[in-house]
C-alpha cells in the first residue's frame, strides 16, 4: 500500500487548493481514503473520506460546502478545497484502511487508518 500526497502550498485567504493524493497497491473497492490534518501544537483530526463500497463521503463540519474529496479512473483522490480560512493551515495527509476489517467505520477519526502517505503543508496566509 503506498499513497503519495501533493498539492499544498501558500494561498491567500478565500482563495482554493486541489490535494492530490496517489494510490497504489489496493483496490479502492475494499479501501477507504481519507485526508487529514494537524496543525502546529494540535492533534490530527480528520477533514474527508471517500469510500467507493459504499459510495458515501464523509466530511468535518469544519470544512462542509468548502471542501470536497473525489477520486478519479486512475485512483488519485483529490480534495478541492475553496474559500480557504487562515484555521485550514496544517499539514495535510491522505490515509487509508481495509473496509472488510473494520467494525466500527469511523471514516473521520484517524485510529481508524492504517495506511499513511506523507504529509503536504497548507497555509492560508494573506
Known amino acids: 500500500v503506498q499513497l503519495q500526497a501533493s498539492g499544498g502550498g501558500l494561498v491567500q485567504p478565500g482563495g482554493s487548493l486541489r490535494l492530490s493524493c496517489a494510490a497504489s497497491?489496493?483496490?479502492?473497492?475494499?479501501?477507504?481514503i481519507g485526508w487529514f490534518r494537524q496543525a502546529p501544537g494540535k492533534e490530527r483530526e480528520g477533514v474527508a473520506s471517500?469510500?467507493?463500497?459504499?459510495?458515501?463521503t464523509y466530511y468535518a463540519d469544519s470544512v462542509k460546502g468548502r471542501f470536497t474529496i473525489s477520486i478519479d479512473a486512475k485512483k488519485t483522490v483529490y480534495l478541492q478545497m475553496n474559500n480557504l480560512k487562515s484555521e485550514d493551515t496544517a499539514v495535510y495527509y491522505c490515509?487509508?484502511?481495509?473496509?472488510?476489517?473494520?467494525?466500527?467505520?469511523?471514516?473521520?477519526?484517524?485510529?481508524?487508518?492504517?495506511?499513511w502517505g506523507q504529509g503536504t503543508q497548507v497555509t492560508v496566509s494573506s
Open positions: 471517500i469510500s467507493t463500497a459504499r459510495s458515501m
Open positions: 497497491g489496493f483496490s479502492l473497492t475494499d479501501y477507504a
Open positions: 490515509a487509508t484502511f481495509d473496509e472488510h476489517l473494520s467494525e466500527s467505520f469511523r471514516y473521520l477519526d484517524p485510529n481508524e487508518y492504517d495506511f
